[in-house]
């Protein structure tokens, strides 16, 4: 259900654009006398829809609504008016970003098929904010799968070689332990030699 806050500082009037706005359009609506009611009232309540009267005490509606901006950016903005003024109409476009104006006296019907196209107007651009949010996503992700499979692929490629390797160490280290013994088995032989000159020198023999 779309959410819409209603500001305007008099109360019949307020009273009005709920009834049609509850009973007849189905919308959840708050409202409020002014516009530093309804800031209060907007870290509550989050509308897709904010609709002022441009003549209000205090602050205007062009005003506030430029205010709004900064607590809920992606809700539409409407200014209630009777003042026909291209000045105030440029500084509510330019300033407040508003979509869209409503005349006085207020007619149910064009004012609910006003309401209801800003509305999708705010679902549209909601759901393109979303695809592209979710098209970063999927770049992100992409560019991430990227990353890691490249180490993976250039392992997987390479297997066969470091199998080689493998081998050509294993037969390194079988060489190495087969000259261990063979040095060994020399050291013996020269040991067993220097014993029998020993013997030889002790026995005095002379042609062996």
Same mark, same amino acid.
């Given at each position: 259900?779309?959410?819409?806050?209603?500001?305007?500082?008099?109360?019949?009037?307020?009273?009005?654009?709920?009834?049609?706005?509850?009973?007849?359009?189905?919308?959840?609506?708050?409202?409020?006398?002014?516009?530093?009611?309804?800031?209060?009232?907007?870290?509550?309540?989050?509308?897709?829809?904010?609709?002022?009267?441009?003549?209000?005490?205090?602050?205007?509606?062009?005003?506030?609504?430029?205010?709004?901006?900064?607590?809920?950016?992606?809700?539409?903005?409407?200014?209630?008016?009777?003042?026909?003024?291209?000045?105030?109409?440029?500084? $509510?476009?330019?300033? $407040?970003?508003?979509?869209?104006?409503?005349?006085?006296?207020?007619?149910?019907?064009?004012?609910?098929?006003?309401?209801?196209?800003?509305?999708?107007?705010?679902?549209?651009?909601?759901?393109?904010?979303?695809?592209?949010?979710?098209?970063?996503?999927?770049?992100?992700?992409?560019?991430?799968?990227?990353?890691?499979?490249?180490?993976?692929?250039?392992?997987?490629?390479?297997?066969?070689?470091?199998?080689?390797?493998?081998?050509?160490?294993?037969?390194?280290?079988?060489?190495?332990?087969?000259?261990?013994?063979?040095?060994?088995?020399?050291?013996?032989?020269?040991?067993?030699?220097?014993?029998?000159?020993?013997?030889?020198?002790?026995?005095?023999?002379?042609?062996?």
């Amino acid at each position: 259900m779309h959410r819409i806050l209603c500001v305007d500082h008099d109360r019949y009037t307020l009273d009005l654009l709920r009834e049609i706005l509850e009973k007849r359009g189905g919308y959840k609506v708050e409202t409020a006398l002014s516009g530093e009611e309804a800031l209060d009232r907007l870290h509550d309540f989050k509308p897709d829809l904010i609709l002022s009267d441009y003549t209000m005490a205090g602050m205007d509606g062009v005003e506030f609504l430029r205010l709004t901006r900064s607590i809920v950016p992606d809700a539409v903005r409407m200014l209630i008016t009777g003042n026909g003024s291209l000045d105030v109409a440029m500084d $509510a476009i330019n300033e $407040a970003h508003v979509y869209r104006f409503v005349t006085k006296p207020i007619e149910a019907h064009g004012f609910l098929l006003s309401i209801r196209r800003s509305l999708e107007h705010h679902d549209l651009i909601a759901q393109m904010v979303h695809s592209e949010k979710m098209a970063s996503i999927g770049q992100l992700a992409a560019g991430v799968a990227h990353e890691i499979n490249s180490p993976v692929g250039f392992v997987m490629s390479n297997l066969g070689t470091l199998s080689d390797y493998v081998v050509a160490v294993r037969r390194f280290l079988s060489a190495c332990d087969e000259v261990h013994a063979d040095a060994a088995e020399v050291a013996e032989l020269k040991e067993s030699l220097e014993r029998l000159r020993a013997v030889k020198e002790e026995s005095d023999i002379e042609y062996i």
